[in-house]
């Protein structure tokens, strides 16, 4: 057998990673209590307009390939809701639809990157980030935040980095907002000054706001077409979070503005989505509809999220009366990252408790290394409370049993 490519190493997903090991155990009868994906649907059905949508869009036929781009209804609606949430104009020429945003970031990789080329990725940050970076030859600069606090990017630190020899010429920066692990929501200020810094030094920015409607009382959103007004930037969204929509496999790259570099990337962008022919159709018109159907989602939406607000701050107080552990409470999203006082425990590191936590307790937690944030794990707190309950009062007695 011929040796593989290098780069068929780096693709991972450490989010799955013990997938394999929980299958084996459920179907060898043990319970397994699995809050390491973030899937909404498991929890919260996919509302049942966009699902008969969905059956209309089968039933009218539209099981085809579409544009490449993606269907024209789908990139008006998108660009409408820009226009209503944001004030923003971005025309549906400049809206690629793509496989989720997972896709969207393979193919930004794919356009920006040559070997030994450097991106600057916020940290922590989503386990994509990076592995789609490496496979396309290039290698990460993190922009670290305080995450155990709560704060954002370390403004001062991340600009002695682009100073350095090594980040100059680093050709895009990517965060998510809200933050998947952290919850974190970026505020204007710090979002403005992202912005000025990447457009100083010639980094185009990549936003990718999955969550922008998964946001708790109090808290204000901001999206980056609000603050990056003239200055190169992509905006990733899509159906899975906020539309409760995961399996439909629908994101989408909206770069608003109309300079040579953004025009650049979107002729890019067709054309590697033409490579692939087209998103699913059906999902598609399902999407359109849905957006465009405000009402209805404003409605499913508000009652969503006050139950994942309502979950996550639980959790949040569980967490917290730990002797081993320590969260901030999130302000989006559905995550609770908790940093784990190692020094207590009899453990190497995250990976460890990962694998004992699973085969001990059954409990599948994400381990915080995938995330950069070695020493933790990041707990999905989408179940109810009960089980939420159950789950990290058996992670509490797994620290207790293997303490020092």
């Known amino acids: 057998m011929r040796a593989l490519s290098r780069r068929s190493m780096m693709a991972d997903n450490p989010i799955e ?3 394999d090991l929980a299958e084996q155990l459920a179907r060898s009868g043990h319970k397994v209590l699995s809050l390491n994906r973030g899937d909404p649907t498991a929890y919260f059905p996919t509302p049942s307009y966009l699902l008969r949508e969905f059956v209309s869009a089968i039933k009218k036929g539209y099981t085809g390939y579409s544009y490449p781009t ?6 008006e609606a998108i660009s409408a809701r820009y226009k209503r949430a944001y004030k923003a104009d971005v025309t549906p020429d400049k809206i690629t639809v793509t496989q989720g945003v997972s896709e ?7 356009i920006f990157i040559n070997q030994g080329d450097h991106a600057v990725i916020a940290r922590p940050y989503y386990p ?15 922009a670290d935040s305080d995450w155990e606090s709560g704060a954002g990017i370390d403004m001062d630190s991340l600009r002695r980095k682009l100073n350095s020899s090594r980040a100059r010429g680093a050709k895009y920066m990517l965060f998510s907002n809200p933050s998947n692990p952290t919850g974190t929501v970026m505020g204007r200020k710090v979002l403005e000054e992202l912005a000025n810094l990447c457009n100083d030094n010639d980094i185009f920015l990549i936003s990718d706001e999955i969550y922008d409607e998964i946001v708790y009382r109090g808290v204000k959103f901001t999206s980056v077409c609000e603050v990056a007004r003239g200055i190169p930037h992509a905006i ?3 159906a899975s979070k906020s539309f409760d929509a995961t399996g439909f496999r629908i994101g989408y790259a909206a770069l608003p503005e109309d300079d040579a570099w953004s025009e650049a ?18 999902a598609q018109y399902a999407f359109a509809k849905a957006i465009s159907n405000v009402a209805e989602h404003r409605k499913s939406l508000s009652r969503m999220v006050a139950q994942m607000e309502d979950r996550a701050r639980f959790a ?10 320590h969260a901030s409470m999130p302000k989006g999203a559905f995550y609770i990252l908790a940093k784990i006082f190692m020094e207590k425990l009899d453990f190497r590191d995250d990976k460890d408790i990962e694998k004992g936590l699973l085969l001990e307790e059954g409990i599948q ?17 989408l179940a109810p409370k009960d089980i939420l309950g159950l789950a990290i009062r058996k992670i509490d007695k797994f620290f207790e049993k293997h303490s020092k």
Do not use: C, Q, W
């Open 316 to 325: 949040h107080g569980l967490v917290n009366k730990s002797r081993y552990m």
């Open 365 to 381: 937690v994400a381990r915080g290394s995938g995330f950069g944030a070695p020493g933790s794990m990041r707990i999905v707190a």
């Open 236 to 238: 990733l969204s899509g």
């Open 70 to 75: 993606g269907i024209i209804e789908l990139r």
């Open 104 to 110: 969207a970031i393979t193919f930004l990789n794919s």
């Open 128 to 142: 994509l980030y990076v592995p789609a970076l490496r496979v396309s030859g290039g290698s990460p600069i993190f």
């Open 265 to 282: 990337v979107r002729d890019r962008l067709e054309a590697f989505a033409r490579m692939r022919l087209s998103s699913s159709t059906p």
């Open 17 to 19: 990673e013990e997938g």
